[in-house]
């Protein structure tokens, strides 16, 4: 090929084929030069995904291809039953029948606290009720207060469908000063 530029120069260029492949006859399969597997290669890609058989060299026993996959393909329905535990809210959630009033402490009375504590609480479904914890409290007494004044309140149980069902809330007990 004549070069342009210096006197002299000379420019190459690849055979026909790839740069890394060897020079000359080929197969046209990817195997290179003249000593390559007779044959064609279905897809060098992703392409459509489906492969079709070539020439072949006897190697694939004149079968072609075949489609790969997971075999057949069927859902078993066997074994048990399990049930799955209902965690799901009640439907129906707990009334509170009765709350009374909290005692304020002469220490929270004196420090003139006023406020909100917020207890967990678990209602059962047999009517019992427990105080869990105490979320968010006030101290100076308040706290201990706000827990007895909850496990006085009566309530009927929360219902998940018809039937009563253990459930946990917050129940805020208000301190609030009368003036």
């Known amino acids: 090929m004549p070069g342009t530029g210096k006197q002299g120069?000379?420019?190459y260029t690849a055979a026909l084929g790839s740069f890394?492949?060897?020079?000359?006859?080929g197969q046209g399969n990817?195997?290179?030069g003249a000593k390559g597997i007779k044959g064609n290669v279905a897809s060098a890609d992703f392409g459509?995904?489906?492969?079709?058989?070539?020439?072949?060299?006897g190697r694939s026993n004149g079968k072609g291809v075949a489609t790969g996959g997971f075999g057949a393909e069927q859902v078993v329905h066997q074994g048990p039953k399990i049930a799955q535990a209902d965690t799901g809210a009640p439907?129906?959630?707990?009334?509170?029948?009765?709350k009374p009033n909290p005692v304020y402490?002469?220490?929270a009375r004196s420090l003139k606290l006023?406020?909100?504590?917020?207890?967990?609480?678990?209602?059962?479904?047999?009517?019992?009720?427990h105080v869990n914890r105490v979320v968010k409290g006030l101290g100076h007494g308040l706290d201990e207060a706000a827990m007895?004044?909850?496990?006085?309140?009566r309530f009927k149980p929360a219902l998940r469908s018809g039937q009563p069902a253990d459930s946990t809330a917050i129940v805020h007990v208000v301190f609030q000063m009368a003036y």
Not at 91 to 98: A, D, Q, R
């Open 9 to 11: 120069a000379k420019l």
């Open 20 to 25: 890394d492949m060897p020079a000359g006859p």
């Open 30 to 32: 990817g195997s290179g």
């Open 48 to 57: 459509n995904g489906i492969a079709t058989g070539g020439k072949g060299d």
């Open 91 to 98: 439907t129906t959630p707990v009334e509170i029948t009765f």
């Open 105 to 107: 402490t002469d220490d």
């Open 114 to 129: 006023e406020g909100e504590v917020l207890l967990e609480v678990s209602f059962s479904a047999t009517g019992t009720l």
């Open 148 to 153: 007895a004044a909850a496990n006085k309140i």
